[in-house]
């Protein structure tokens, strides 16, 4: 499926249409786009397509005061061919969707694209070597626990959590959320986590989203950088096997 977006959408469609959001850019925002939008050789090439120049596409031409001005009036309009929505409207019936999403998004995209067949249905897969004991996706309960979890990742927020262990033990404790992680195995969704002591980490751990109870924000951010690699590392056994 990641063919159908590659040619229209692909990484240098964006990185332009994302300079000609702005009616006037300079050279430096253009080099620092492609640096950061772009692939790793993509700063040996695309600068010059975008810059007026010998070898440029057109997309802008320079000012007196040598800033760059869009060649168009209005900023690049983005427009799906059917194909895209179709495969859109097969994604809105995968359940793990509105996990992400809020309602009056999703119920503004079912309508939008109410006309539209799926490219697939899920029925028309089937799955082996995986779990039947599932997260319930549809379950608002999950849903709620799973966004503020979501938010708690990004913000690295500090949260209370009480849930239920894989040996029937109900815990809980003050944790920062690392990275949450899907596993296509267990059909589940995961976080990493430190269990904090005092606001500081005593252990290294991995709670499964379904089996939390409570979740709640307390208010406060995690100052302390970390990276995934050194807790990978903790988690490691002190000699190999």
Avoid at 69 to 90: C, H, S
Avoid at 112 to 130: C, H, K, M, S, T
Avoid at 166 to 176: E, I, L
Wanted: charged share 30%; hydrophobic share 35%.
């Amino acid at each position: 499926m990641m063919n159908i977006f590659s040619e229209i959408y692909g990484t240098y469609f964006r990185i332009a249409a994302k300079l000609l959001e702005k009616q006037v850019t300079d050279e430096k925002t253009v080099r620092e786009t492609v640096r950061r939008e772009g692939f790793r050789d993509s700063v040996l090439f695309l600068p010059q397509k975008l810059i007026p120049g010998d070898e440029d596409w057109g997309l802008f031409h320079r000012l007196p005061d040598n800033s760059l001005e869009r060649i168009t009036k209005n900023a690049p309009v983005k427009v799906l061919t059917r194909l895209q929505k179709m495969w859109l409207r097969a994604k809105l019936s995968d359940p793990r969707i509105r996990l992400f999403m809020d309602d009056d998004t999703l119920a503004a995209l079912e309508k939008r694209l109410a006309d539209v067949p799926p490219l697939y249905r899920r029925e028309q897969f089937g799955f082996i070597d995986r779990f039947s004991d599932c997260d319930d996706f549809l379950s608002q309960r999950y849903t709620e626990v799973f966004r503020t979890a979501l938010t708690a990742v990004k913000r690295r927020s500090i949260v209370y959590i009480e849930f239920t262990s894989g040996h029937g033990k109900r815990m809980g404790g003050k944790f920062v959320l690392l990275k949450m992680e899907y596993s296509p195995k267990n059909d589940k969704f995961r976080a990493y986590c430190y269990l904090l002591r005092n606001d500081r980490v005593k252990s290294s751990g991995i709670i499964n989203i379904g089996r939390i109870n409570k979740i709640a924000d307390t208010g406060r951010v995690f100052r302390t950088p970390v990276s995934m690699e050194s807790y990978f590392l903790s988690r490691k056994c002190s000699s190999p096997a």
